[in-house]
């Protein structure tokens, strides 16, 4: 299935609607992604703003990991084109333009955790900045852990070190591949809205897959539902959700109904409008 899928209603964090962004940040046209005789990704025609929050969600093995490392220069398409600020995904990989958090942290156990954030851009050839290192820790509620390794905090905060190593690279765009996915729900829901406020507060642009219908509703801008394999676009719905969130909205009726929807999209497979 495949279309134009772009359609976002942006708002502000009072909840009013601004005027959509007109840069594209990222753009996939017709992508399709083989491996030997199974077809992972199906024909996919996206658009991402700049500073979007887009979530995608679908079922195990619909393809959605596979299209985010096809985003991030990971993996090659089999047909079709995508681009990043234009370019290819390579040239923005080498450039360290994506920040990748993936649900397996991969800190180095033997780094403190400012160790860690700064490793990854000494590797992309960037000057590492400790002070600016400190201040992300400190976003990402982490101010006095700067000496922990990795063994010595939670999955949680194991995962707000990921993610401040990701801000530090200095990318515009943050590929999250699952990172709560080991966490348990009450740790999802709070790392969800402290990652909408870092997001709130950076202003990057992020492509965040996950299989909690939930936790997708909770963080888009706009929700991307996934067919099963092969993973085709089913429907794409601007969130029409109070900014700034908390756990709060997790009560309210609107928030339900958009769950709704996203179950209905999973289920059935057809075309949200």
């Given at each position: 299935?495949?279309?134009?899928?772009?359609?976002?209603?942006?708002?502000?964090?009072?909840?009013?609607?601004?005027?959509?962004?007109?840069?594209?940040?990222?753009?996939?046209?017709?992508?399709?992604?083989?491996?030997?005789?199974?077809?992972?990704?199906?024909?996919?025609?996206?658009?991402?703003?700049?500073?979007?929050?887009?979530?995608?969600?679908?079922?195990?093995?619909?393809?959605?990991?596979?299209?985010?490392?096809?985003?991030?220069?990971?993996?090659?398409?089999?047909?079709?084109?995508?681009?990043?600020?234009?370019?290819?995904?390579?040239?923005?990989?080498?450039?360290?333009?994506?920040?990748?958090?993936?649900?397996?942290?991969?800190?180095?156990?033997?780094?403190?955790?400012?160790?860690?954030?700064?490793?990854?851009?000494?590797?992309?050839?960037?000057?590492?900045?400790?002070?600016?290192?400190?201040?992300?820790?400190?976003?990402?509620?982490?101010?006095?852990?700067?000496?922990?390794?990795?063994?010595?905090?939670?999955?949680?905060?194991?995962?707000?070190?990921?993610?401040?190593?990701?801000?530090?690279?200095?990318?515009?765009?943050?590929?999250?591949?699952?990172?709560?996915?080991?966490?348990?729900?009450?740790?999802?829901?709070?790392?969800?809205?402290?990652?909408?406020?870092?997001?709130?507060?950076?202003?990057?642009?992020?492509?965040?897959?996950?299989?909690?219908?939930?936790?997708?509703?909770?963080l888009a801008d706009r929700c991307v539902v996934m067919s099963d394999q092969p993973g085709e676009i089913a429907g794409v719905f601007d969130v029409e959700l109070p900014r700034p969130r908390d756990e709060s909205v997790y009560g309210t009726t609107a928030f339900q109904e958009q769950v709704a929807r996203v179950r209905t999209a999973l289920h059935e497979g057809y075309e949200l409008r």
């Open positions: 299935m495949g279309g134009d899928k772009t359609g976002a209603r942006a708002t502000d964090e009072s909840g009013r609607e601004r005027s959509q962004r007109s840069e594209t940040a990222i753009r996939l046209d017709g992508v399709t992604v083989d491996f030997e005789e199974v077809r992972a990704v199906a024909d996919v025609d996206l658009r991402v703003s700049e500073g979007e929050f887009v979530t995608v969600i679908g079922p195990s093995g619909c393809g959605k990991t596979t299209l985010l490392r096809t985003v991030g220069g990971l993996q090659d398409p089999t047909a079709g084109t995508v681009r990043v600020g234009g370019s290819p995904p390579e040239r923005a990989r080498r450039a360290g333009e994506f920040g990748f958090v993936f649900q397996q942290h991969a800190l180095l156990p033997w780094k403190s955790a400012l160790e860690n954030v700064v490793f990854l851009r000494k590797m992309v050839g960037k000057s590492p900045d400790r002070e600016r290192a400190r201040e992300l820790l400190a976003t990402v509620g982490l101010a006095g852990f700067e000496d922990a390794r990795p063994a010595e905090l939670s999955g949680g905060m194991a995962q707000r070190v990921a993610i401040a190593r990701a801000l530090h690279l200095g990318a515009s765009v943050l590929l999250m591949d699952e990172p709560f996915g080991e966490l348990d729900e009450l740790t999802r829901e709070e790392m969800g809205v402290e990652v909408r406020r870092v997001w709130r507060d950076q202003r990057k642009t992020v492509v965040f897959v996950t299989h909690s219908v939930p936790e997708a509703v909770f």
